[in-house]
């Protein structure tokens, strides 16, 4: 693709970047074939080539139009589009150097206003407590089928001591910690099972991923850099790994590098911790578990945008599952996103929506009794619209440990 970047643009690493990014793409329409908004809508300016052709224009100094701010913010960010495209454009860091020239007033004041406040309370936990609480307690006033939708407070088990040797850090997620920590327990038991005790850090910092996509970078940062001094003193004592058990988190930390790629304190930091962190599913991929039978019932498993397009991990857990004897079905269009993509279903709730329509339909399909997922947002998107319960794959997974075998001293 030829570009008319600004020199003045050009001087700076971000527009280096965009510049390599763009000249890759050759207009092909390959990332059409597999964007959801794109199949759901039928409009090139809702599918990634035309995105790209819009920031481009942005990079190149065109004013940020409102019908443009519309286009892009229709983007689920699900990277689908770079599983797909045959020339590696990176299409999620294109669209991040984009958010750059972006501007507040080309959305509404309402928009505006839902964004403050998703990034004001959802990333906090004792904020998010505060509002769940507020809200059961108003619950009676609540229409039921905005009930329905909304998350409870876990009851939490209990963890697991700390006594194995081989030690990693788990990072609980900001939501997750407080409406499925369940997830974070279940992940520490299976750990236990095959020797690796979790390190618990206090307190539970958000990634940054909802400030980033919600383009208050430099929250994203001073999250990012308040996690890695978390971090970095266990990682300096031996701790093996970051784990992570939702895959939207994995791909946020990851992004650290390019998120702290200027920092001269925090940089290096970046850098190693990225190396550190990894899905909980990666750790797992090298053990042996002691599990029950599983082959009595017959389960789908629903893989997170973030697992598949963003990790790259795709068919890692479904090859776990069906290691570990599980009757697992695939759905069709396992690619296609769910329509959470984590602040879009709250802010673009109308394609959202009909995207989960399309995705249930799918698994319905399946005949299962029961739907495994990945990753907290897409956990409680499908939840909050069907009767089928759903649940995070390694919750489903330490409910089957066998105390047969279990690792011991």
Known sequence: ???????????????????????????????????????????????????????????????????????????????????????????????????????????????????????????YPSRLRLLLGITMTLKLFIPERIRRQLPVISNTQSWPVSRHRRKVIVHEGCVQSVVEADVNIATAKVLDAVGISVIRTSPVRCCGALHHHLSFAEKARKLARENIDQWWPYLEAGAEAIVSNASGCGVMIKDYLHLLKGDVDYAEKARIVVQSVCDVSEVLSQETLPLADMSHRRVVFQSPCSLQHGLQLAGQVEKLLLDYGVNLVTPVNPHLCCGSAGSYSMLQAEISNQLLKDKLEALHECQSGLILTANIGCLLHVRKATDLPVMHWIEFIAGKLSSVGKFSH
């Open 1 to 123: 693709m030829q570009t008319r970047l600004p020199e003045s643009f050009l001087d700076t690493s971000a527009g280096q970047e965009a510049e390599a990014i763009l000249r890759k793409c050759v207009h092909c329409g390959f990332c059409n074939a597999t964007c959801p908004t794109y199949q759901l809508l039928g409009d090139e300016a809702d599918g990634p080539r035309g995105r790209i052709y819009q920031i481009k224009e942005m990079l190149e100094d065109a004013p940020a139009a409102q019908l443009t701010q519309k286009h892009l913010d229709r983007c689920l960010l699900c990277r689908a589009c770079e599983t797909t495209c045959p020339s590696g454009v990176n299409y999620s860091r294109l669209f991040e150097i984009g958010q750059l020239f972006q501007q507040p007033s080309a959305r509404s004041v309402v928009d505006r206003f839902k964004r403050y406040c998703i990034q004001a309370v959802l990333p």
